[in-house]
Nanobody, 117 residues
């Protein structure tokens, strides 16, 4: 099993910044890809950003240039630096990790991000 523990959500004003963190633990050989998804009220969950073990990244068009994903492979931790936040970024943000040997597709419990004045 894989456990993902997220932190860093909260309330921020438009234009502000937040950093989310997600630490993975459990019995696995490595983590192939880690990512952040979000789900706003009444909407489907969507990919925000992902990063592979080789540091290849992928971003949703809506966050390009504002969000930066990074990871510390030694700590099995992924970060999401969110700048220039907008009200439409308000959502529950979920961490995801896909491990190898064995293969798990794990999800965190979610952390609320609210952008409001």
């Amino acid at each position: 099993q894989v456990q993902l523990v997220e932190s860093g959500g909260g309330l921020v004003q438009p234009g502000g910044s937040l950093t989310l963190s997600c630490a993975a633990s459990g019995r696995f050989f490595s983590i192939y890809v880690m990512g952040w998804y979000r789900q706003a009220a009444g909407k489907q969950r969507e990919l925000v950003a992902s990063i592979t073990s080789g540091s290849s990244t992928n971003y949703a068009n809506s966050v390009k240039g504002r969000f930066t994903i990074s990871r510390d492979n030694a700590k099995n931790t992924v970060y999401l630096q969110m700048n220039s936040l907008k009200p439409e970024d308000t959502a529950v943000y979920y961490c995801n990790a896909i491990t190898t040997l064995p293969r798990y597709d794990a999800w965190g419990q979610g952390t609320q991000v609210t952008v409001s004045s």
